[in-house]
């Protein structure tokens, strides 16, 4: 399987809906003169989501022994509606997610 039919897949299995590829775009996030994230972004139409008619997705290796590989999947819904607002997105929920650990 392909990274792209593996992103594919996992959008399937979230949505309930055929992801059609469209392109993939870099994506390179500073905060504070600081590189918090720099990948790409895989861009997909969405063929029957009453939600959202594209997504973005990537996926990356953890240091979690339960989840070496995590795949992100963001739903281009505004505030959402680009790759790099969906990096953003994730990086703002992962952050949030963190903070109610501790």
């Known amino acids: 399987m392909t990274y792209i039919e593996e ?4 959008i399937r299995r979230l949505y309930h ?15 504070q003169d600081q590189v918090v994230w720099d990948g790409e972004v895989e861009v997909f139409d969405l063929t029957n989501s009453p939600d959202a008619s594209r997504v973005y ?3 990356h290796d953890t240091d979690v ?14 505030p959402v509606t680009s ?9 703002v929920k992962d952050y949030r997610e963190q903070q109610e650990k501790h």
């Open 17 to 31: 809906t055929d992801a059609v590829y469209v392109k993939t775009v870099p994506v390179k996030e500073v905060f």
């Open 65 to 78: 022994a339960d989840e070496p590989r995590r795949t992100v999947t963001v739903l281009h819904i505004p």
């Open 7 to 10: 992103l594919q897949d996992a």
């Open 57 to 59: 997705a990537w996926a």
């Open 83 to 91: 790759p790099e607002t969906a990096v953003r997105a994730s990086i």
